[in-house]
C-alpha cells in the first residue's frame, strides 16, 4: 500500500513537472516579446490566463491589488494579445496626461456610448469623428467638452445650478426635523433620492427617464435651462444628432447618481462618527451663520438662521478638508488611457501601441511618501496642511497628481465645482440641523465596507445601508434654515490632478 502510495504520489509530481517545464517552453517560444525598455513584467500565477480571472473576480479593483502587492512606479501584465500598463507613480501619471495625443482616452468614449446611450448609427459616427480632438478642436465630443468646462467653471451659471440644487435639496432636508421623536431613514437610501430629486423624480427606469428628457428638448426646456444644459444642445444640433440629446444626458445622471450620493454618504458617516469633528465643525461654521428675527402673521417671532455658502470657502477650512480627505480615502476609480502609438513615457519606458494604460487612484492615494505614515487613516485636517498655489509658507507642497478623485489631464471632471460646492454646503447644512445617531447596535456607529465591482463609481457606495435617527439639535427647536445666496456659491477650492 505504501509503495503504491509513493508511486502514485512521484508520478504526479513527475507529470507536474513536465507540465511546468512544457508551459515555460511555450511561453518561451509563443508567449509575447518584450522591448528591454518596457515596464517590468508581473506575471500571473496561473499562466495564461491568471490576469483575466483576476479581473474577473476583482473588476477595476484587480489593478489595486496588484499594485499593493507590487509597488513599483509602473508594470505590465499580458492579457490575450493586448498589453496593461499600471501606473502607480505621480510623476509617471503625470506624464501620462501631458502625451494626450499618443495617450488618449477617446476609443473608450467610442467604446463606452452605444453601451450606456441608446442610440443610432448617426450618432455614433459623430461621436467617432476626431473623439480625441487631435485633428483640431472640432467634432462633437471635443466641443461638448469645451461647452462643459466652461459652463461647470465657477460662474454665475454654476451659481444657478447650485442654488437650484439646494433650493430642492430642502425638500427633502426640512422634513427630517418635523418629528419630535427623530425620523429613521436608510441614510444611503435617502441621500440617493434627495440629490437627484431635481433629474430623477418619478423615472427608475433608463428609457423612461431618455423619453422624459427627449420631451424636455421637444417642448424647449433647455431655453431656460442651466448654460450647461444649452452647450450640450448646440453642440448636438450642429452635429444633427439633437434627436439623440434625451439619450446623451443619461451621463450626467450617472454622475450624480454614482459619485455625489456616495461621497456624500461617507462624509456624513465619518463626521457624525467623530464627536469631536462635529464638534470642531459645528464651531467653524457657526462663525459664519446669519440670524434674522421675523414677525409671524400672528405677531409672533421666529428665528431664521441662514448659511452663506459664500462663505463656507474662505472661513471653513476644516469643512472642505473633511470633504477631501473622504474622497482621498473612499476612492476606487481608475483612470484609463489608450496607446495609439509607440510611446516612451518620460524618455524612461517603452509603451507598445494598442495597449492599455490603467492609473488606479487608490494606491496613489495612500503612498507613505505623499501622505505621510498615517496616510492608510483618516485625517480630516490633512487637506490643511497641504499648499495648493505652492507659494504659501509653512505649508505641505503636494505632487499635482497625486489626487485622483477627480481624474486629470484631458479627463479632469468638468463637474468638480458643482460636486465640490453640493456637497459641502449641504454637509454644513446637516452638521448645524440634525443629530444624527445610528439605529441599533447600541447606537454605536460601524462604518460599513464598500460595494465592489460598482465600475461606473469613482466612489464606492456602501455594500449595505446604514438605518439613522436623524432629530433637530437641542437648541434649534422651532428655528427655520435658509440658504445664504450672496456672492458667488460656486467657488471652492477643488486639489485634482
Known amino acids: 500500500m505504501g509503495s503504491m502510495e509513493s508511486g502514485t504520489i512521484g508520478t504526479i509530481g513527475v507529470t507536474l513537472t513536465v507540465l511546468a517545464a512544457t508551459i515555460a517552453v511555450a511561453n518561451f517560444f509563443l508567449g509575447p516579446k518584450y ?19 483576476g479581473l474577473l ?29 499600471v501606473v502607480n507613480s505621480p510623476d509617471l501619471i503625470s506624464a501620462v496626461q501631458k502625451d494626450a495625443k499618443n495617450l488618449t482616452f477617446g476609443p473608450f468614449v467610442s467604446w463606452m456610448s452605444p453601451r450606456i446611450f441608446d442610440i443610432g448609427d448617426e450618432a455614433m459616427a459623430a461621436i467617432n469623428e476626431n473623439t480625441d480632438g487631435a485633428k483640431g478642436p472640432y467634432g462633437l465630443l471635443p466641443e461638448i467638452s469645451r461647452g462643459m468646462h466652461n459652463a461647470l467653471a465657477p460662474s454665475e451659471s454654476l451659481d444657478w445650478m447650485t442654488r437650484t440644487m439646494l433650493t430642492k435639496l430642502d425638500e427633502y432636508v426640512d422634513p427630517l426635523g418635523s418629528s419630535q421623536d427623530g425620523t429613521e431613514i436608510d441614510l444611503f437610501r435617502w441621500i440617493r433620492r ?16 431618455t423619453k422624459a428628457l427627449t420631451e424636455y428638448f421637444d417642448d424647449n426646456g433647455h431655453e ?33 447618481l454614482v459619485n455625489a450620493t456616495p461621497t456624500f454618504f461617507w462624509m456624513l458617516v465619518h463626521i457624525f462618527s467623530r464627536p469631536s469633528l ?11 451663520v446669519e440670524e434674522t428675527i421675523e414677525a409671524t402673521p400672528s405677531g409672533a417671532s421666529r428665528t431664521i438662521r441662514s448659511i452663506p455658502v459664500s462663505k463656507l470657502k474662505e472661513h471653513c477650512p476644516l469643512l472642505q478638508s473633511t470633504y477631501q480627505e473622504t474622497l482621498r480615502i473612499q476612492t476606487h476609480n481608475t483612470n484609463t488611457r489608450w496607446v495609439k502609438a509607440d510611446t516612451l513615457l ?32 483618516f485625517n480630516p485636517r490633512r487637506f490643511m496642511k497641504i499648499d495648493k498655489k505652492q507659494d504659501r509658507e509653512n505649508k505641505v507642497k503636494q505632487h499635482p497628481a497625486s489626487f485622483r478623485s477627480f481624474g486629470g489631464g484631458a479627463t479632469l471632471c468638468p463637474g468638480r465645482h458643482f460636486a465640490t460646492a453640493e456637497i459641502c454646503a449641504a454637509t454644513a447644512m ?32 456602501p455594500a449595505k445601508d446604514v438605518k439613522v435617527r436623524v432629530s433637530t439639535r437641542k437648541g434649534e427647536e422651532g428655528v427655520e434654515w435658509r440658504w445664504g445666496y450672496e456672492g458667488s456659491v460656486s467657488k471652492f477650492d477643488v486639489f485634482a490632478g
Open 430 to 461: 446637516f452638521v448645524m440641523r440634525f443629530d444624527v445617531v445610528p439605529v441599533g447596535n447600541g447606537g454605536q456607529w460601524k462604518l460599513p465596507a464598500w460595494a465592489h465591482g460598482k465600475v461606473a463609481s469613482a466612489v464606492p457606495p
Open 278 to 288: 462635529l464638534t470642531d465643525l459645528q464651531a467653524e461654521i457657526s462663525s459664519i
Open 57 to 85: 473576480s476583482f473588476g477595476l479593483r484587480y489593478f489595486e491589488v496588484l499594485s499593493t502587492k507590487y509597488p513599483i512606479p509602473i508594470f505590465t501584465l499580458q492579457t490575450f494579445g493586448r498589453r496593461i500598463y
Open 224 to 256: 431656460t435651462g442651466s448654460d450647461l444644459i444649452k452647450a450640450r444642445w448646440a453642440g448636438n444640433v450642429k452635429y444633427n444628432v439633437a434627436k439623440y440629446a434625451g439619450c446623451f444626458e443619461i451621463g450626467d445622471l450617472i454622475g450624480v
Open 194 to 209: 434627495a440629490f437627484t430629486v431635481a433629474t430623477r423624480k418619478g423615472y427608475q427606469a433608463r428609457k423612461r427617464f
Open 35 to 53: 522591448n528591454p525598455k518596457e515596464p517590468p513584467v508581473v506575471h500571473p500565477k496561473i499562466p495564461f490566463v491568471g490576469h483575466l480571472v
Open 346 to 377: 518620460a524618455d524612461q519606458y517603452f509603451l507598445k501601441a494598442d495597449s492599455f494604460i490603467q492609473m488606479p487612484g487608490y494606491p496613489v492615494h495612500t503612498l507613505p511618501s505623499i501622505w505621510g505614515p498615517d496616510a492608510q487613516c
